[in-house]
């Protein structure tokens, strides 16, 4: 069977040219400097399923055969020729591979060791370009046709089988999802497993079947994490991989520092779960906040950046130097300076049993896998910012109707003109100011609402609510070390007042810097910032200057 990635999704189908390149004379010489020259026989094997840190491959004579699993089948994904070469995101991460490579005749290639292939990347800057832009792609194809063994299998009426969906998908993985209140012949499926439908949402990971796991227990099994080195203390700590703690981990890591980012969830953020931005500097069509988090993840560890994916912090410990940030678990992870990016949650909503339906009925992201849930039904979105209005126009898309609530008379205080614009100019969405949620109803998943408008109250079978209201700082886990404010931010510079100046120095505060000496806060997370994905990349890339004089002190 035969699987041309670069056929089925249009938006990729043009693109060949720059998913599988093929290098001229000078490119393929500047690697061959650096690299070594081996030959393999028939059916060789360069790279297998599940093998990590895998070398780079660059096609001098014969053929290498890309294979992946498809269901329960196997696929050719495509068939590298002379100056082609091998690879996708994974080769930059060291993580587990999505397919295999081998020889399909005789076949003689330039072999490159990981470390001398990151070097590569960091020194040729057109060799990285294009090796960047087609692993990039790659993965999106990937993606896109589900290449993978990975299987979830789940039912739309479980919170868990959302909760596995969103992590695989904000985490750029591919895999396979099996229904199984829709998919026919499932008890085979089932069987096959030796798993019951009871058992639900179930992952199979490879040779393993995990039962309802955790996200750790995922991001252990696909090796998405970094190793944590508990002894020897790094340069820079990153806690948050949203869109200020991603600009940190690229200007400290191409700059050469030594970085561990920590991610409780997904790269992105609050941010990463936005279907479009269009508001973000360079990018006039807009772009996902997803796609925006995995070029940017990418790009950090293209200059070496480490990521641990799954591993919240739970606690600071201040006492002494050099300061330790412990995780979920009981590790630790010390650095000489540390930067909090651990942004802001959407508040939940003051209605009674609101636990009872999140993630089957409320819901705190609007991406394709929601979307999916709801199509042709109406809906409800909750809130006035930038991301209720992103939500509701992506929802309006396939929703038949779209119910925007607010507490306010307006959203001109606190959403863009050109959402609000839109939203006017959409006739299936609705604004409805001065209203709030008072109550939810149903049996195993929500089946109505009730909301209060100026006392009025309307009870509308609507099964679908989209939470985007508020700002809640994920500070808890810093208590007793930092200053915070009233609502629980951090408080940064020349906004501490009277404890400006830096305990046992003459100098003051560095901007970004919190109360505690080398501990910066960047983003939605620090107290005054603007609440806007610029201003966080901004302040994120900001930071990594004072730091470099912090930490050299």
Known sequence: MELDIVHTPESLQTRRAQMFPVLNDAQVARIARVAAQVDFAPGSLFFGEGDTETPFFVVLEGEIEVIAPHGTAEAVVTVHHRHEFTGEVTLLTGRRALVRGQARTQTRVLRLEPAQFRSLLQTDAELSEIIMRAFILRRLGLFLESVSDVVVLGSRHSAATLRLQEFLTRNGYPHRYVDVEYEPDVQALLDGFQVHVTDVPVLICGQRVLRNPSNAEVAECLGLNAPIVSDVPLDIVIVGAGPAGLAAAVYAASEGLDVLVVEATAPGGQAGTSSKIENYLGFPTGISGQALAQRALIQAEKFGARLSIARSAVALHCDRLPYRVELEGGETVSARAIVIATGAEYRRLDIPELERYEGVGVYYGASYIEAQRCTAEEIIVVGGGNS??????????????????????????????????????????????????????????????????????????????????????????????????????????????????????????????????????VGDVRAGSVKRVASSVGEGSACVQVIHRAIAE
Not at 411 to 419: D, K, V
């Open 388 to 521: 209720a209005g992103q939500a509701a126009t992506f929802l309006s898309q396939t929703s038949q109707h779209v119910h925007v609530l607010i507490r306010g008379p307006s959203l001109a205080a606190s959403m863009s003109r050109y959402l609000i614009r839109r939203i006017e100019d959409t006739p299936n969405i609705t604004l409805h100011t001065n209203t709030r949620i008072i109550a939810l109803s149903g049996d195993s998943g929500l089946e109505q609402v009730t909301w209060e408008t100026d006392g009025v109250r309307t009870a509308v079978p609507i099964r679908h609510v989209f939470s985007m209201t508020g700002a809640k700082p994920n500070t808890g886990w810093l208590q007793g070390c930092l200053r915070l404010d009233e609502k629980g931010f951090v408080i940064t510079g020349v906004d501490l007042g009277v404890d400006n100046s830096v305990k046992g120095t003459s100098r003051p505060r560095y901007q970004f810097e919190t109360s505690l000496r080398n501990v910066f806060a």
